[in-house]
Each structure stands twice: as C-alpha cells, then as structure tokens.
C-alpha cells in the first residue's frame, strides 16, 4: 500500500520548472487556506529541491509547531535560523527581523528533541581523541580527510588537530548536519560533500563513529581505524531475558487465561541491542576475541567455543566490537558505562544452567542487518517476529503490576456496564487489553490494531483462549475506522479501555489519537473511560550523574544541544537528591469531549530540601479508574515496573531553578507528543 502525493500548483510557471521559492510561495497560500497537508507537503518538497532555503525550513517549522509536532517543528526553525546566516539570496520574511531571529533559534534548540544519547555523544571525546592518535602514527597525512558517519564532535577534533589539512565531512541528516554545523562554526578546514567519493591516493577516509556490524563492508581499504575487533563473553541476566522472552505462566496467573503461550512464541528476538549496564548482567566466561577483519571485508560470521568461568543461568551471548590502529585500540565493552555505548545481546531459546570449565559452541551468523547466534549446534527455533521491533511489547506482557491494573479496573467497569456494551479497545498491540475485558464478562469487544505483524499476535491470543465470539480484531489505523451497521464499529462505543502511554503520558500521541476517536464518532459523552483519568506528578531535584549524561555542564554542548529530556530509571540513579516532595501538576479527565492539544501552567512546588540552584525535573504519571488510584510509574514505592517498562522522565533545565519562599516556580506546558518543564 501505498501513499502518493501530487504537488502541482496554478501559479508555477509551465515553462520553467518550478524552483524551491515556487514551492514556498504555494506552500504558504495552501496553509493560509487551510490546507495543512498540501501546504506541509509543498514546503518539505522545498527542502528538498534547495536545503538552504531559510524561508522554508521556518514556514515548515511553524506549521508543524501549530499542529502540535513540536521536536519536528523546532528541528526545522534552528535550520532556519543556522540556513539564513549564510543565505545570500535573502530568503528570509521580512517580518521577521535579526532579533525575533535569534530568538527563534534559541527557542527551537531548547524545544528541540534530540535524541536522547547524543548529548552524552558529544561529552565523550575518547573515540575522538582515539582517531587523532590513529591518524598521527601515519608518516605523511594526505592533505584531505574524508569524514564519514560524525557526530559533529569528531569532526570538530580532527580539524583542531590538523589544522592544515581539509576535513570533507559527507552530509548525513538534517539533525545532524545541523549539530556539525554549530559545532564547527569556527572551522576553516572544515568542507561539506553530499556523498562519499571514490577514495584516491590523496585521500583518507575515517569512520567518525563506531557502527556494528557490516559499517567496514562499504569501506576502502584506505580507512581509518585499519581493523574492527568482534568480542564475545557468555552472560546471565534475568532483565534481558523478560526483555525478550514473556514468562508464559505469570502471565496466565495474572489474566486467568489458559493458553498465552502464543505472547512468547511471537514475541522473542534473536538478538536486542543493549546497554548491558543498565540490565544487571553478569558474565559467565572471559572476554573473548571472537573475529578480526579488515576494511572492506565486512563481518558475515565467525564459529568458536567458550570456557565458562563462572557457574550461572545462561541467557545467551553478549557481543561488542573494538577497533585496531597501528597499534591503538578502542573497545565498545560492557565496562564503558555511558548511555551511547551500545552491546547486542544474542539470546538461548532458553536458560542453561552451566559450569566453570563448560565449553559452549557458539556459531555467530549476520543475517542481513540482524545477527543470529546457533548455540551448542542446536537448530534455533524459528522466529516469526522480525526482532527489529521494538522489545516493549515482551516487557509490558511481563509488567504483572500493570496486568492486575487493567485486570481490575476492567473488572469495576463491568460491575457497573451491561455484559453486552460495546467495547473498543484502541491500539490493542497484542490483545492482552481486549482479552481482559472478554474475561471480564464483555461480549463485545472491538480491538484495533494498525500494524499487522503485532495483530497476528492479537489474533492467536484470542483464538487460543476461544474468545473469536466475544472480540472481533480490526487491522486498521483508527483514523480510518468506520461507524455504523455493518461496518467495524456498528456505533459508538460504550467502553474505551486504552493504553497509549509511554514514559512520557503524551509520548506515544495520546491526545491526537483520542481527539480522532472523537470526531469520528468512535467514542463520546456517553463513553465509560478505563482508566478515565491520568495525572502527572513532579519533583524538583539534582544529580551530577544525570547533568554530565546531558552534556548539562559541557562546553562544547550545553550552549546547544540539550535533550528536552532523558528517560531512565531514576530509582537506580544513586546520586538524585530531591529538592521538593512530589507533587500532582496536572489532571487529565477523559469525559468523551476533544481535549486541548496543548497549553501550558504555572506551578510551585513547596521545597524540602532546598538547593540554590537546581537543574532537573523528574515527572512520572499514574492513571485512575474513579477516585482509586489504578496504577503509578513513580521511582518508588508500589507497585513497581519488574523491567523498566516505563522508567522516568528527567527534564534538564539548562539555566537551573532556584527557591522562592513559596517554593521552586516551574512553568509546566504540553504539546501533542510530550510534556515539558
């Protein structure tokens, strides 16, 4: 299926092909009529055709703003302001002057949502520092060095450390185009080429960032590091494996159903990048260099045993790379704790007990980008769930707080509601919510779900547990379910469970999927809400850990990039001193009525340990059924999340937050993707 857009526009000259200017112009008359998607449309297809056009990424920056997309939005107005500085046509609106200019830059790169470890990226120059010893061991340097895969912090490094040399970085995303381009204003050497070029005698190319596991396949053989190092150790990691494997028998407990077993079968991965550290891991067996190989080889597998050193459960393989250089090394290891430092967990179809001196076989495969991993010479049971996907699914099933949660509220729902109301279950994911409202004594439950990988999940659910007479499962985008006798919905829906939460309540488009449901008839005031109302609680607080993570307090990143904010789970973070108790900012009633897409409030938090100035805001939600408290993602306390479901939300504020007598003034505000502080 496919979605094709045909941007023509009456104004556009017939005999001269229309230029990035044409699209502006058309795209600001569509948006002046109302037309958001043509005018939208029309102003990215101006990107495109010229990526220098300040007047463009602005207009496309406000309409995504005003639409509630505001990281989109923000991206696009600090290319704005980065594009008019060397803009010599002017194309900037008149209206707009030097100041507003700056103030709007200001203003996206504090909105901005940046990935969440590129700050922490930026703060470590140890792969940076490693390069510049690498390329200082070559006896003459080519006068130009290609720069591939930067963060913007490599780039800066090696044009500092060779000033007479040209450092061509190759354009990557308009993010990060847009970080180097900050980073290395001062950079004389510094060039820009739109694609790699074949690579020559007087040309050396370095890979500005470490990518696992095929990056050097693309590679010449003139690169810079010389070779990738694959490692290896065996583990054991009760976190990793419920991050991938649904304990089956918990899960039956927890809804009363007989049969879950198909949440496990098509849930599991072969392997889960990870950040090892965060999980609990302990090592079974010594590090193991598994695989060397050079530029322009790539990786495609290796075969080898390992002595298991420590008695333990199994789970699987832990694999990293590391890189060698004339005599350098670099290595991406469990012990390098920062937040982009990445490992792949390869799993066991199922735990092994082992013994010091074991031997176990591992057979290490790539296939396509996926890497695989054949234990002992055991077939692996087949996968049907591309493990690319997102692992929450697996660790939601196993949240056996949340379960009980929607098990129970359900449950006072049907108390009070006809066995035969229609109940729509809204972005069902695997069925878990619609199985528990079958359970509940409804027998007429609507689940849709818009990706159909996940809904064949659904589908085997309710077969297994016989509930086909009880829940009909649509494969749809709820934006184009219909209403109406023999159509997926035959009316409005009398019970709405839902559960469109992430971390962030707003993170996952809550609000705009809710408001949809609305206007299209698919709930309303007569609508019974489970849960029918969240809250979000905060507390001001410090942690040097968390500020140096978001590249708070670095120079070379706290003036631009820093994260709206990081997702972690504080209740592991041993150095958060809170400064205020925790308290409730905002109430969000679910009455049937379209809600505000965003807004914003001011709030005062009382102090109980006051700080002079302090940097972090940590907020989290809970979500009610009634007056009772249904179920709460706070750092401590009950019920706690087993794996980290949903962690927390930790707000960097830049220029910090000091005490008045009534306590820290914060100014909370929403927008349709997430809250902000």
């Given at each position: 299926?496919?979605?094709?857009?045909?941007?023509?526009?009456?104004?556009?000259?017939?005999?001269?092909?229309?230029?990035?200017?044409?699209?502006?112009?058309?795209?600001?008359?569509?948006?002046?009529?109302?037309?958001?998607?043509?005018?939208?449309?029309?102003?990215?297809?101006?990107?495109?055709?010229?990526?220098?056009?300040?007047?463009?990424?602005?207009?496309?920056?406000?309409?995504?703003?005003?639409?509630?997309?505001?990281?989109?939005?923000?991206?696009?107005?600090?290319?704005?302001?980065?594009?008019?500085?060397?803009?010599?046509?002017?194309?900037?609106?008149?209206?707009?002057?030097?100041?507003?200019?700056?103030?709007?830059?200001?203003?996206?790169?504090?909105?901005?949502?940046?990935?969440?470890?590129?700050?922490?990226?930026?703060?470590?120059?140890?792969?940076?520092?490693?390069?510049?010893?690498?390329?200082?061991?070559?006896?003459?340097?080519?006068?130009?060095?290609?720069?591939?895969?930067?963060?913007?912090?490599?780039?800066?490094?090696?044009?500092?450390?060779?000033?007479?040399?040209?450092?061509?970085?190759?354009?990557?995303?308009?993010?990060?185009?847009?970080?180097?381009?900050?980073?290395?204003?001062?950079?004389?050497?510094?060039?820009?080429?739109?694609?790699?070029?074949?690579?020559?005698?007087?040309?050396?190319?370095?890979?500005?960032?470490?990518?696992?596991?095929?990056?050097?396949?693309?590679?010449?053989?003139?690169?810079?590091?010389?070779?990738?190092?694959?490692?290896?150790?065996?583990?054991?990691?009760?976190?990793?494996?419920?991050?991938?494997?649904?304990?089956?028998?918990?899960?039956?407990?927890?809804?009363?159903?007989?049969?879950?077993?198909?949440?496990?079968?098509?849930?599991?991965?072969?392997?889960?990048?990870?950040?090892?550290?965060?999980?609990?891991?302990?090592?079974?067996?010594?590090?193991?260099?598994?695989?060397?190989?050079?530029?322009?080889?790539?990786?495609?597998?290796?075969?080898?045993?390992?002595?298991?050193?420590?008695?333990?459960?199994?789970?699987?393989?832990?694999?990293?790379?590391?890189?060698?250089?004339?005599?350098?090394?670099?290595?991406?290891?469990?012990?390098?704790?920062?937040?982009?430092?990445?490992?792949?967990?390869?799993?066991?179809?199922?735990?092994?007990?082992?013994?010091?001196?074991?031997?176990?076989?591992?057979?290490?495969?790539?296939?396509?980008?996926?890497?695989?991993?054949?234990?002992?010479?055991?077939?692996?049971?087949?996968?049907?769930?591309?493990?690319?996907?997102?692992?929450?699914?697996?660790?939601?099933?196993?949240?056996?707080?949340?379960?009980?949660?929607?098990?129970?509220?359900?449950?006072?729902?049907?108390?009070?509601?006809?066995?035969?109301?229609?109940?729509?279950?809204?972005?069902?994911?695997?069925?878990?919510?619609?199985?528990?409202?079958?359970?509940?004594?409804?027998?007429?439950?609507?689940?849709?779900?818009?990706?159909?990988?996940?809904?064949?999940?659904?589908?085997k659910l309710i077969t297994q547990n016989e509930l086909q007479d009880s829940i009909k499962l649509v494969v749809k985008h709820s934006t184009d379910i219909v209403v109406?006798?023999?159509?997926?919905?035959?009316?409005?829906?009398?019970?709405?469970?839902?559960?469109?939460f992430g971390t962030d309540p707003l993170s996952e488009g809550f609000i705009p999927a809710y408001n949809e449901a609305v206007r299209k008839g698919l709930i309303g005031?007569?609508?019974?809400?489970?849960?029918?109302?969240?809250?979000?609680?905060?507390?001001?607080?410090?942690?040097?850990?968390?500020?140096?993570?978001?590249?708070?307090?670095?120079?070379?990143?706290?003036?631009?990039?820093?994260?709206?904010?990081?997702?972690?789970?504080?209740?592991?973070?041993?150095?958060?001193?809170?400064?205020?108790?925790?308290?409730?900012?905002?109430?969000?009633?679910?009455?049937?009525?379209?809600?505000?897409?965003?807004?914003?409030?001011?709030?005062?938090?009382?102090?109980?340990?006051?700080?002079?100035?302090?940097?972090?805001?940590?907020?989290?939600?809970?979500?009610?059924?009634?007056?009772?408290?249904?179920?709460?993602?706070?750092?401590?306390?009950?019920?706690?999340?087993?794996?980290?479901?949903?962690?927390?939300?930790?707000?960097?504020?830049?220029?910090?937050?000091?005490?008045?007598?009534?306590?820290?003034?914060?100014?909370?505000?929403?927008?349709?993707?997430?809250?902000?502080?």
């Amino acid at each position: 299926k496919a979605t094709v857009s045909v941007l023509y526009c009456p104004s556009m000259s017939e005999t001269k092909p229309p230029d990035a200017s044409a699209y502006w112009r058309a795209g600001q008359q569509s948006l002046k009529k109302g037309d958001q998607q043509r005018g939208i449309a029309l102003l990215q297809h101006a990107t495109k055709l010229d990526s220098g056009h300040a007047g463009a990424w602005l207009s496309l920056g406000v309409a995504l703003a005003g639409l509630g997309q505001t990281g989109s939005g923000a991206v696009c107005l600090a290319m704005a302001t980065v594009k008019a500085q060397a803009d010599s046509q002017g194309r900037w609106p008149d209206t707009v002057g030097p100041v507003a200019k700056t103030n709007l830059h200001s203003m996206a790169t504090k909105n901005m949502l940046w990935p969440t470890n590129l700050a922490s990226r930026l703060s470590d120059p140890s792969y940076s520092n490693f390069l510049v010893r690498c390329l200082q061991k070559h006896p003459s340097l080519p006068n130009s060095l290609t720069l591939v895969h930067s963060t913007g912090l490599e780039t800066k490094t090696l044009c500092t450390a060779f000033p007479s040399h040209t450092v061509a970085t190759v354009q990557t995303s308009q993010l990060m185009n847009l970080v180097e381009a900050n980073m290395c204003a001062s950079c004389s050497n510094k060039e820009v080429v739109d694609e790699m070029p074949t690579p020559t005698d007087s040309e050396l190319v370095v890979l500005g960032s470490s990518r696992f596991p095929a990056v050097q396949s693309s590679m010449p053989a003139s690169c810079v590091p010389e070779t990738t190092v694959v490692y290896g150790c065996l583990v054991e990691s009760k976190d990793l494996w419920d991050l991938n494997f649904v304990s089956v028998q918990n899960l039956e407990t927890d809804t009363g159903c007989s049969d879950m077993s198909a949440a496990c079968e098509g849930l599991k991965g072969r392997s889960r990048p990870v950040t090892s550290y965060k999980w609990g891991v302990k090592q079974l067996s010594e590090k193991v260099e598994m695989k060397e190989y050079g530029s322009g080889e790539g990786f495609h597998g290796v075969k080898t045993k390992i002595t298991v050193t420590q008695k333990g459960e199994c789970a699987g393989l832990l694999v990293w790379t590391g890189f060698r250089h004339k005599g350098e090394e670099y290595e991406l290891g469990p012990d390098k704790e920062v937040p982009h430092v990445v490992q792949f967990m390869l799993y066991r179809d199922s735990v092994v007990s082992v013994d010091v001196d074991d031997e176990v076989g591992v057979d290490v495969r790539l296939d396509g980008e996926q890497l695989e991993c054949t234990f002992d010479e055991v077939a692996p049971q087949p996968i049907t769930l591309d493990s690319r996907l997102p692992p929450y699914h697996a660790v939601m099933l196993n949240d056996t707080a949340r379960t009980v949660a929607y098990r129970d509220g359900l449950l006072q729902v049907a108390e009070k509601s006809s066995s035969s109301s229609l109940v729509l279950d809204l972005g069902c994911g695997t069925g878990l919510l619609s199985v528990l409202a079958a359970k509940a004594g409804f027998q007429n439950v609507v689940a849709v779900e818009r990706f159909q990988e996940i809904a064949d999940i659904a589908e085997k659910l309710i077969t297994q547990n016989e509930l086909q007479d009880s829940i009909k499962l649509v494969v749809k985008h709820s934006t184009d379910i219909v209403v109406g006798e023999g159509s997926d919905m035959p009316k409005q829906a009398d019970v709405m469970v839902h559960e469109i939460f992430g971390t962030d309540p707003l993170s996952e488009g809550f609000i705009p999927a809710y408001n949809e449901a609305v206007r299209k008839g698919l709930i309303g005031k007569g609508t019974v809400f489970c849960p029918c109302k969240f809250r979000v609680w905060a507390a001001v607080a410090s942690s040097e850990s968390l500020c140096r993570q978001g590249g708070l307090h670095n120079e070379a990143t706290s003036s631009f990039i820093i994260p709206r904010k990081l997702e972690e789970d504080v209740a592991k973070i041993k150095d958060v001193k809170y400064h205020t108790q925790p308290e409730v900012v905002w109430e969000v009633d679910l009455t049937g009525e379209l809600l505000p897409i965003s807004g914003s409030r001011s709030v005062t938090l009382p102090c109980t340990n006051p700080s002079p100035t302090a940097h972090l805001v940590i907020y989290w939600f809970d979500f009610l059924n009634g007056d009772s408290a249904l179920y709460s993602t706070q750092p401590t306390g009950t019920p706690a999340t087993p794996v980290a479901h949903w962690v927390h939300n930790i707000e960097l504020l830049p220029e910090g937050v000091a005490p008045s007598e009534e306590g820290y003034g914060l100014k909370m505000s929403w927008a349709a993707d997430r809250v902000m502080f």
